[in-house]
């Protein structure tokens, strides 16, 4: 289901649903939801039960997202996070380490 980090929306939406201290996640896709500079790709937000949040939670995230006038990025991600991430296969990370 997951191969270098890239994994499909039912799969993460599994992952999401098999924790319970996970409360939600973002999704970043090159899928339907038109977004990025270019509209080629999009975010979502899928809830606890893995499901995709609500339309007035995401109406409310993006209401909050025009008032946003700056993005800063990182060059460099910290390697704890990357660990985190990419340590194990297939897509089966370590919660609360």
Known sequence: PCSGGVASTPAISSIIRS????????????????GGPNGDFGMKFNTADGAPAREDL???VYEESL????I???????????EA???????????GT
């Open 67 to 70: 008032a946003i006038h700056e």
């Open 58 to 60: 995401t109406d409310a």
């Open 85 to 95: 991430i990419f340590a194990h296969e297939p897509c089966s990370i370590q919660w």
């Open 19 to 34: 924790d319970d201290k996970i409360n939600g996640g973002i999704l970043l896709t090159a899928s339907h939801n038109p």
């Open 72 to 82: 800063k990025t990182a060059d460099v991600v910290p390697a704890k996070v990357l």
